[in-house]
T-cell receptor, first 111, second 113 residues
């Protein structure tokens, strides 16, 4: 049972344009959501998070949107840069302490 | 550098064998999470410890076990290894029991031949 889904395995975007990565979840008990970036041969690194009491959180070029009624969150990267090319994981957490990760989306930013 | 240290970085072993993966958390982090990433798969949650006690269990096989020691480092023991156990094993730590940011180590790559 995949509680956190990233339905797009890969995404290619031109440098300077917007990258939109999507994530859906099924468990309405999740109350905290995070995005991680992973380069090859490295561990995932934290990008941005959002609590379920908010619908938007912004940090520089990165913005996360949360639509609780649709159980959907998205990560917007504007403008996209070649260094953003990586695998992006969304994760959800709840009071039961588990962080559940999606399967990841490989983003390629074309110069 | 996240401050989370995992050893060994690479490990090659044979089926039926037993291995131990080690994780040293950042100073002050009480929570340790273990994840498995198989080829082209996401991060599968295995188990969480908080201040020495097991807090949550995910898809961890009975052949696998973990513990967190008084100095807060953690070990993941994998026994009766099978080819399908070949994966990257990540440890992540946090200063809280829930929510907050997880800090990941660089992972231990296990290859079972």
């Amino acid at each position: 049972d995949q509680q956190v889904k990233q339905n797009s395995p890969s995404l290619s975007v031109q440098e300077g344009r917007i990258s939109i990565l999507n994530c859906d979840y099924t468990n309405s008990m999740f109350d905290y959501f995070l995005w991680y970036k992973k380069y090859p041969a490295e561990g995932p690194t934290f990008l941005i998070s959002i609590s379920s009491i908010k619908d938007k959180n912004e940090d520089g070029r990165f913005t996360v949107f949360l639509n609780k009624s649709a159980k959907h969150l998205s990560l917007h990267i504007v403008p996209s840069q070649p260094g953003d090319s990586a695998v992006y994981f969304c994760a959800a957490a709840s009071g039961t302490y588990k962080y559940i990760f999606g399967t990841g989306t490989r983003l390629k930013v074309l110069a | 550098d996240s401050g989370v240290t995992q050893t060994p970085k690479h490990l090659i072993t044979a089926t039926g064998q037993r291995v131990t993966l080690r994780c040293s958390p950042r100073s002050g982090d009480l929570s340790v999470y273990w994840y498995q990433q198989s080829l082209d798969q996401g991060l599968q949650f295995l188990i969480q410890y908080y201040n020495g006690e097991e807090r949550a269990k995910g898809n961890i096989l009975e052949r696998f076990s973990a513990q967190q020691f008084p100095d807060l480092h953690s070990e993941l023991n994998l026994s009766s290894l099978e080819l399908g156990d070949s994966a990257l094993y990540f440890c992540a730590t946090s200063d809280r029991s829930n929510t907050g940011e997880l800090f990941f180590g660089e992972g231990s790559r296990l290859t079972v031949l």
